[in-house]
């Protein structure tokens, strides 16, 4: 945003932040939190504490690095709150979304940084790594929290976890563990459950799959092409003890798929070049993944396979733990909706300057990210502001 844009919504960013900001404690802090947040939304490359001290009239480098750095506060209240308003501010056909993202580093020092892989790099590179959930729909999109993600390395090494201030209770959590603490943490804010989508990096994790089902929780998840279904499982009933298969064997997805007929071209939203458009096909199926120790077949989800015409076999696949009455168009809408989060991280990178933070310790990362997402939700809401027609009707297959 421009200065004079800021100016003109000054008051609107300070009754948003009032109540938001009130856990940091004390009147100072809750200014230099306004001030942080005014610096974020300004416009300029870094968004690093000094040079947007220097960009704002009332910035002050030692106040702000003292406030994000060294100051005491808790972040979690606010996630809170920010999650309770933006989930009542956008509209509830909405998902919660998983992903994770990376923090280009320089040197060893930072809380969490290591040489790991990144799918903002690309390959494996010096960065830390963060699993985000979000509120994701048709109007708008809302960051619910973060979890930053410890190596092992980093998680058994006592000197480097007391240099950065990592809390003692904090081990070693699988990318897939984190996720589901941040929805455990969502739903414990009195939210209402949503379908979680997630890329396969996620959905190919077993554990993840059955500790979503084990929460009720509906989901939408990528797995890859060699995931074993049971196709034509001629099985009965739900036996007690170890089942004997016999002859019987799971299927890859991928065989499954190149063999089935009813592909369709599906269209699920319009894009700047026109509308985005693939054949997709989808089954009622049951995984396998408790064969190998002769468990019973899993319960029927949806297999949902895309296949673009230019390619030579299908390029993705999810499973959908959905009712039997989903379409096929809105099973496609639902899984693409993942789309939304990638423009939410290009913002928050680009022009809130979320990984653009200096500082080394495991309070200033979390001060700093809770910053940028207040930021972000309330660029989200000035707009939505102007938009006459915010609510719409669904579309006819929504039911």
């Known amino acids: 945003m421009t200065e004079k844009q800021i100016a003109k919504s000054r008051q609107r960013l300070e009754q948003f932040l009032e109540d938001l900001l009130e856990p940091v404690g004390r009147t100072e802090r809750r200014h230099w939190g306004g001030v942080y947040v005014r610096g974020l939304l300004q416009d300029g490359e870094r968004k690093s504490i000094e040079p947007m001290a220097a960009r704002m009239r009332d910035g002050n480098v030692q106040a702000m690095q003292q406030f994000v750095g060294q100051s005491p506060w808790q972040w979690e209240e606010v996630w809170a709150r920010l999650g309770r308003r933006m989930t009542a501010e956008l509209e509830p ?76 209770g904090v081990v070693f959590r699988r990318k897939w563990e984190l996720a589901l603490e941040l929805i455990d943490q969502a739903r414990s804010w009195g939210l209402a459950d949503r379908i979680v989508l997630a890329d396969g990096g996620y959905g190919e994790s077993t554990e993840f799959r059955d500790e979503l089902e084990a929460r009720g929780l509906r989901y939408v998840v990528g797995v890859g092409p060699n995931v074993g279904v049971w196709a034509e499982y001629s099985g009965r009933g739900e036996p007690v003890k170890k089942l004997d298969y016999g002859d019987q064997r799971p299927s890859a997805v991928k065989a499954v798929a190149m063999k089935a ?44 396979a895309e296949w673009p015409e230019c390619e030579k076999e299908p390029t993705k696949y999810f499973f959908a733990d959905l009712a039997p009455s989903y379409t096929l168009r809105r099973l496609v809408r639902i899984a693409k909706c993942r789309w939304k989060i990638e423009q939410d991280y290009h913002q928050l990178k680009e022009e809130l300057g979320l990984d653009h933070y200096e500082g080394r310790s495991w309070n200033g990362w979390h001060h700093h990210v809770t910053l940028v997402m207040l930021a972000h939700a309330f660029l989200t809401l000035e707009t939505l502001r102007g938009k006459k027609n915010f609510w719409v009707d669904p579309a006819e297959d929504a039911a």
């Open 261 to 304: 007929k009813g592909w369709k071209k599906v269209r699920w939203r319009e894009g700047s070049k026109g509308w985005m458009e693939s054949r997709f096909l989808s089954m009622r199926l049951q995984p396998s993944h408790g064969f190998a120790d002769g468990d019973p077949p899993h319960k029927e989800l949806w297999l949902l």
């Open 93 to 168: 056909d909405s998902a919660w979304v998983v992903d994770d993202t990376g923090f280009p580093k320089q040197g060893e020092d930072s809380v969490g940084v290591a040489r790991q892989y990144s799918g903002t790099l690309g390959k494996t590179g010096n960065c830390q790594v963060a699993v985000s959930l979000h509120h994701a729909g048709e109007q708008g999109n809302a960051v619910l929290g973060w979890r930053l993600y410890l190596p092992e390395s980093w998680a058994k090494d006592q000197e480097r976890r007391q240099a950065v201030g990592v809390p003692e």
